[in-house]
């Protein structure tokens, strides 16, 4: 591979060594097989859906308990906002206002997500601290073309000499518009945490995984708001942060999976993806851990309703530890009668979504014993999930593992073999996608919390292509911190309702319904 002395030092230096190296390429060379889907999971065969009357019951059962609860809100918040304004930035860099008007340049673009931005400029959060940023620098800009000031509008918002949100994180952008103020996504995680992530001392605690660059932003951007929203929900906040641990990143090879070298030379590592954040998740220690991503939010008039489907989601996760704990604490005092590993059985296939092995009522009783608790002493999720309105991707699915039974899995899009014929079709069939609204145990039976590093699926990765200078590379993406990263938890899939899903993947996201605290007219 013709690594240097200057490679190994730099592999070093991220706590990789070359036999982790020489490993990730022969990941390269030979693969990862794609994920064999048996079918996708749909209501009542891998997905439930609540009665009324049992999410009141569910939600009961958390009140009554979460005085006595340690709960943390993790929340992956690393990501930049570049993505976020692509087709703003396609728009500064074929745009010439000298040249045509506007609507033309739209017209033959069909650059229909400038025309939405356009419509809906005022609406936006950030549109008056734009617009004063612009009043100061161009005194004349209300007598310029309409193209000019909405390129002079779109350059000074994401540029560095403006206001630079195009390199900022999405947790730190404005998102929402009150008649007083402009939240950040940050914010709002702080507001909807109040609902359901606080203790008996009134304290709620927030992680936030995040960019090394981005600390002092994050501090910064609490001191601003700490004492307002403090007063408003009547919480104090206990907030930590922490950075994707180096020695997650992955080695980058060239097309023929040679190693990608740099324009000086050196080694090219990247960021493992969102599934190296299990390292992050690892070092948290909690009755509950709650997910969700920093762009998913909502105004604060439909918190309630996300509050209280995250307090279904707990209530549920409560109820299945209380059993499996009690399963568990029998099996250290006897073994079970014949009616009780019947009972055991149930809940397992049932409740849990375990397969058991076909010969199993065929095993010696000491093997039976092994199997029930190796399937149950393990971290549990249960993770929402909505019903797909858009084009089928990745999400809840049934897959058939090398031991030939049947598990319960959240799959990307790149794990599966959209070649196969049968595959595509189980893809297409699929009626739920994961929003990453996930409730999680990760203490055992005897309160101790679990090594979740145990619990990872390392043939769960997937490979990328991506470009550098012109240069085509081949990246290594871990096992997805929600996927292989979690392969081997118990997994409980419910419906939740679409309004709890209300990402901001691109800028025209903040116009929709669930940002807007006053709606279009």
Not at 33 to 39: A, G, M, N, W
Not at 129 to 139: F, L
Not at 212 to 224: N, S, T, W
Not at 383 to 393: L, T
């Amino acid at each position: 591979m013709n690594i240097t002395d200057k490679d190994i030092a730099l592999i070093k230096s991220k706590g990789l060594t070359v036999d982790k190296i020489v490993s990730q390429i022969e990941i390269f060379k030979n693969g990862i097989p794609f994920v064999p889907l048996r079918s996708a999971a749909t209501l009542n065969h891998g997905i439930l859906k609540f009665t009324e009357h049992y999410q009141s019951e569910l939600t009961k059962l958390y009140n009554s308990r979460i005085s006595k609860l340690e709960t943390i809100k993790f929340v992956p918040a690393s990501g930049a906002a570049t993505r976020m304004f692509k087709d703003l930035f396609k728009f500064l860099d074929t745009y010439d206002f000298k040249k045509e008007s506007l609507n033309s340049y739209t017209n033959h673009e069909k650059a229909n997500a400038i025309r939405l931005f356009l419509i809906g400029l005022e609406k936006f959060p950030f549109y008056d601290t734009v617009m004063s940023e612009i009043k100061n620098a161009y005194p004349k800009f209300e007598s310029l073309s309409e193209g000019r000031q909405l390129y002079i509008f779109v350059e000074t918002m994401l540029k560095e000499a403006g206001m630079n949100y195009g390199n900022f994180p999405k947790g730190l952008l404005p998102f929402h518009k009150y008649s007083d103020s402009v939240a950040t996504s940050f914010e709002e995680h702080l507001y909807e945490a109040a609902g359901y992530n606080t203790n008996h001392k009134g304290e709620s605690k927030l992680h936030f995984t995040i960019s090394k660059d981005h600390l002092e932003g994050f501090k910064e951007e609490f001191d601003r708001i700490r004492k307002k929203v403090e007063e408003k929900t009547n919480t104090h906040f206990s907030i930590t942060y922490s950075f994707q641990k180096s020695e997650t990143d992955t080695i980058a090879v060239t097309e023929n999976n040679e190693l990608f070298r740099k324009e000086d030379g050196s080694l090219l590592f990247r960021p493992g993806g969102h599934g190296a954040l299990i390292e992050n998740l690892n070092d948290l220690d909690g009755d509950i851990i709650y997910i969700k991503n920093i762009d998913n939010v909502v105004v604060r008039k439909y918190q309630d309703e996300v509050t209280g489907y995250k307090k279904i989601l707990a209530g549920k996760l409560l109820e299945i530890q209380d059993e499996v704990f009690r399963i568990l604490n029998g099996l250290d005092q006897q073994n079970p009668t014949e009616a009780e590993l019947k009972d055991i059985k149930k809940f397992l296939v049932q409740q849990l979504n375990v397969t058991l092995p076909l010969d199993f009522d065929k095993f010696s009783e000491k093997y039976k014993l092994q199997f029930l608790r190796t399937s149950l002493d393990r971290p549990i999720r249960v993770c929402g999930m909505v019903i797909n309105e858009g084009e089928p991707g990745g999400g809840p699915f049934w897959i058939k593992q090398e031991n030939g039974r049947l598990a319960l899995q959240i799959i990307e899009s790149p794990q599966i073999n959209k070649d196969d014929s049968r595959q595509k079709n189980i893809l297409a069939s699929s009626t739920h996608f994961n929003p990453v609204d996930l409730v999680c145990g990760v203490r055992n039976y005897k309160g101790e919390k679990f090594n979740l590093l145990q619990f990872i699926d390392p043939d769960a990765g997937f490979i990328t292509k991506k470009s550098m200078n012109g240069q085509v590379l081949k990246a290594l993406e871990l096992p997805g911190l929600w996927n292989g990263a979690m392969a081997n938890w118990i997994s409980v899939f419910v419906e939740v309702p679409i309004t709890t899903f209300n990402p901001v993947k691109t800028v025209n996201d903040l116009l929709k319904s669930a940002h807007q605290v006053t709606l279009f007219s």
